[in-house]
C-alpha cells in the first residue's frame, strides 16, 4: 500500500512540473530549453538523490525563480 501511495506522488510530482513547464513557456517567461529542462529535474530530484541529484535540480529551479523574479 505505501509502494502504491510513493508512486502516486512521484507521478503527480512529474505532472506537475510538466504542467508548470507549459505554462511557463506559454507565457514566455522562460526559454524552451529551461522549461524542457523543469521535467528532467525530476530525474535529478528522485531516482539520483543518493548521490547528488538534488543539487542539480535545485540550480534549476533557482534560474527558473530568478527569471520570474526578474521579469515580475
Known amino acids: ?3 502504491r501511495r510513493r508512486a502516486a506522488g512521484r507521478r503527480a510530482l512529474l505532472f ?3 504542467a508548470l513547464a507549459v ?3 506559454r507565457a514566455g517567461r522562460v526559454p524552451a530549453a529551461l522549461a524542457i ?3 528532467l529535474t525530476w530525474l535529478a530530484a528522485l531516482p539520483l538523490s543518493m548521490v547528488g541529484g538534488g543539487i542539480v ?3 534549476c529551479w533557482l534560474v527558473v525563480a530568478s527569471r520570474t523574479a526578474q521579469e515580475a
Open 16 to 18: 506537475g512540473s510538466v
Open 37 to 39: 529542462g523543469l521535467p
Open 23 to 25: 505554462s511557463l513557456r
Open 57 to 59: 535540480a535545485g540550480a
Open 1 to 3: 500500500m505505501v509502494r
